[in-house]
């Protein structure tokens, strides 16, 4: 019994039902719907990671979708130890971000198409994670893109939101652009695209060259780039990360489930999933470090000044996943994997209670108006407060596990970057440490800020709401223990876990050095924590003072770089210029409506010629007619003679 | 005994004068009996044949042409009727409706 073919279907069937039956039959009733599949998928996803731990490994296809010459594509399905974690991670994070859900969306006019929606969204992530090809990789890689579309434009009368699912859905045409090519170039060097023919003959291609584009190139590193472009734009990596913090638009949930847990993180995925690829070239190796740790670093100063509650918390996701990329990129992966796993939990929490602020707040998010909430929402306050401690990497909580063993990595791997990026790691460690109790500090503490109306109706989120943080906050607290290093006493067992896909990244140093690295990290941490209480608690003035002395590098970061005023002058506006002056004016108005035009009015033209034939009368008819069996006969006469 | 090109030169005799008829007359009434002499034309050339070769199979052809031109004489002499009573006419240069 293949049992494990429910993960993807159940909430497959969920969408059908819903989107079928939804708006007539079930309406407020679709939550039952979307969120029984989903936690079925739960409990077999369960299943099937007993049986990975017990030995079991899957790599089997389904049916032949594509046939065509050489060409074979099948919808298969692959379970290793890499698709059983990120199964857990997506079926937890969704079944609980679905409950939660029920409580939001509460009243909420599309109820049943945004959990139609959800249920879509976890159908196409999970085909993505247990894909055995790269062609069902990238279906379900953009089955998710769709439906960050359609749920980040959710409320798609409002302009800012539709305007953001756009925006969205266009970056990542970018990087999907070069995804795309690079299963091209796959298929074109392996003439297969299953995951263990490709990644069985990529060895033999180690010193290969091609031609690309007139450029002489080593093979591996092209394909291993190309197929980075795509996780640059789907994880939202410099240059191409300026869609997740827009993508806030969208519901809570979706920013917890999509923009935070999952669908971001298919870009680590598949990198860890590419490993082989990756680790025949070193180049690719210090591209991906570099673009990690630098978008880490410089999403994490933007994070430092922003005031809306969420973008704060979409900047520390494009700065966690950037720690993600730093990981795979000095050849630790499953410390990259670890992070996502660890990552999934606190930052789904972090955006649930945003989400429960949000509620209680009646939709404010700018943080300078809130305030004191810790009286009024003692849940949200301590479930959030857990979080970020987990970000912050305080020991012994999940995040402390998983950056400390990516720091560790970088620092003693046998990358040529190494320690470069453990460097910027370890600031990106301070500031987001900063960055979230900054948070922590003007929303929940001090006096409230906000106006009297929204003081009165300040109150806890009802149980649907408070029961997934609570959960979450367990995962943010102690997913972690099952990567604690050897160093402590631990046993490691992720990494031990997860050897036979992603191999062992091994640290090159003395214990002394580990407890140092560590020790560094604790104590960067803390002292982020630190100055965020001292800045924000005991001398409330101190921001403003800072501000006002830093006034240009405050203004730059707040402006997030000015990166969307660069692209909307070097990209948008030529474009649009281009599409205006050239497209509309030349091509559409001279050329194609010239042959749209032209085509009918010759037609018309020689039909008027050949009109005058048609005289009505019988004789002339005959006449043609009998001239006709002439001609032929005297034709078949003279041929025969 | 007559020879059979007789037949056939007979056949084609009428079978010219009906396209004569056809293509040269105005009155439609005169250019549905020529076509009715066409049809016969072919008739003596299949039963000609037909007694050469000693086979029955030109006989049965003739019996269908004949029974599908008291079709056709019925169905044509009723349009030709209907043509009368709208346009009052047998002419058929005045029957010019279909003109594109």
Redesign the interface.
Known sequence: MQYYLLIPFLPFAAFIINILFGRKIIKDNAHWVSTLAVAGSWIVSVMTLMDVLSGLSVNQNLYTWMLSGNFKVSVGFLIDQLTAVMLIVVTTCSTLIHIYSIGYMHGDKGYYRFFSYLSLFTFCMLMLVMANNFLQLYFGWEGVGLCSYFLIGYYFDKKSASDAGKKAFIVNRFGDFGFGIGIFMIFITFGTTYYDEVFSQAAGHALTRVNFLGFDVHLMTLIALLLFCGSIGKSAQMPLHVWLPDAMEGPTPVSALIHAATMVTAGVFLVARCNPIFSLSETALIVVAMTGAITSLFAATIGLVQNDLKRIIAYSTVSQLGYMFLACGVGAYTAGVFHLYTHAFFKALLFLCAGSVMHAMGGELNIQKMGSLKKFMPITYWTMLLASLSIAGVPGLAGFFSKDEILWLAYSGASPVGKIVWAMGTLVAFLTAFYSFRLIFLTFHGRFRGTHEQEHHLHESPKTMTVPLMILCVGAVASGWVGIPHLVGGGAHFTEFMKPVLGHAEGHGTHAEEWMVMAISVAVGFSGIGLAYFMYVLRPELPGIVTQRFLAVHKVLFNKYYIDELYSFLIIRPTIWVAKNVLIGVTDARVIEAIVNGVPSAIGGFSRQL?????????NY??IT?MGIFIIAAVMLLRNW | MVPLNWYLILSAAVFSIG?FG??TR?NIII?FMSLELMLNAVNISLVAFSHYLQDLRGHVLVFFIITVAAAEASIGLAIIIALFKNKNTVH??E??????
């Open positions: 009109r005058k034939m048609q005289t009505g009368l019988l004789h005959a006449t009998a | 396209v056809f293509l105005r250019m058929v240069d029957m010019n409706e279909m003109k594109g």
